[in-house]
């Protein structure tokens, strides 16, 4: 009953989150959409996004092609010597949406992972030296997550920039807000002792 | 039922906002999957007990029909903290769990297997010659799974390994070394580095993991090494991963 649906199923469930019972759900629903407005919109949506959404030649954020680079690469109201280098553009989204942070972005688009296919070489460390350059940074912030495979690539990266002239921080990590002493484990305990500071 | 053992972590990937995949190699069950449920959340007790390269004390319910059982508890052993830092380890690292998990069927047991990874594991995160560990581990896998490359004669004929021999051969297919005389009637053998041989002769002789860690090499060694067990992993496990080229070219 699902084989004409399949190269839909399949599709979907190529997306990150969407297993096959997922994707054999959203199929039958637009399937048994008579009025097909859940097609056509899906359809639009997915044909505006293959012609005018790319990913920003500058910083790896979500863009449109007729405003590449972004908005947050040439607003002059940015900070302009401070770069937050992050593992993946949702992280820019999110990191924007904290407002804690004004400067400028640079997505890895991934991180040191061989078993998913990612080496130094993927992470294009040649456009990162070269915007630190170019750009004058006086500090670049590494936002990675806190893996282990994004902790390695931290350290990956602080050795690949030591020789330039600029400051190299990292994220602080530490104890979760809203959690305890005793619900943190070793490793985030030892983390957030040697991150201590004065108050 | 519940199932309690020890268990390395070869592979997480998200399930949901809050949720985890992770595929463990376990001691007595061997390579197994599942959820990690709400190990995101800030209180959960899953929080910093698992991540890539620890060994843990693992109990799960176990789910027949999917495959994929669910976490109950999760205490962590090793976490080798060290891949956090020495991150040319953390690639060998990552390539060795991929090789496992690629090799190993779900759910049949290999204590051997874990045992080895285990201590290859703490062998790397001491952050020191990671490269020649990881050839090394290789060689010590291939002879696990039963595959014993001949390293110190001839795999044909039997003939000892002439140390002053200039012009040494290869041949996956035959299962290791050839001398120059039987050479010319093997298909795919290939000219390879006498040093190269000598050294994966001395591993594979070596009586203790302090014996052979006593035989070093150079990293144009260590490149010839690579190739050679290489291509006797592409014929006889049918294998060349990604992983491994990136973990020892970049
Ligand atoms: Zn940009
Ligand atoms: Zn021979």
Known sequence: ?199 | MIEKDQAIVLRTAPYSNTSRFVLWLTREHGRIATLVKGALRPKSAFIGQFDLFYTCDLLYYTRNHGGVHVARECALLKPRTAFRTQWRACLFASYLADLVSRVLPDGAPAPAVFDWLDDVLDELATGEAAAETTLHAELTFFDRLGWRPVFDRCAICGGPANQTERRAFFAAARGGRVCAMCAPDVRDAQLAPADALIILAGWQGARTPREAKAIRCSPRQARDIAQLLGAFMRHHLDLSPESRSIAFIG
Do not use: W
């Open chain 1, 1 to 199: 009953m699902l084989e004409p649906l399949e190269p839909l199923i399949h599709a979907l469930a190529r997306l990150p989150g969407i297993g096959r019972r997922t994707a054999e759900r959203i199929a039958l629903r637009l399937a048994r959409d008579r009025s097909r407005s859940m097609a056509r919109e899906l359809t639009a949506a997915l044909q505006g996004l293959e012609t005018n959404i790319i990913c920003c030649s500058r910083c790896g954020a979500i863009t449109t092609t007729a405003a590449d680079p972004c908005a947050l690469c040439t607003d002059p109201r940015r900070v302009t010597d401070l770069l937050c280098v992050v593992e993946d553009p949702s992280d820019i989204e999110t990191i924007e949406r904290s407002g804690a942070f004004r400067g400028r972005y640079h997505a890895l688009m991934g991180k040191l992972s061989p078993m998913r296919g990612e080496g130094s070489r993927h992470l294009g460390v040649e456009n990162l030296r070269r915007r630190i350059e170019e750009e004058g940074f006086t500090e670049v912030i590494l936002a990675l997550n806190t893996d282990v495979e994004s902790d390695a690539t931290a350290a990956f990266l602080r050795e690949i920039l030591a020789p330039l002239d600029v400051k190299i921080t990292r994220l602080a990590t530490g104890l979760p807000a809203g959690s305890g002493i005793a619900y943190s484990d070793p490793v985030t305990l030892s983390a957030a002792l040697r991150g201590r500071r004065p108050m």
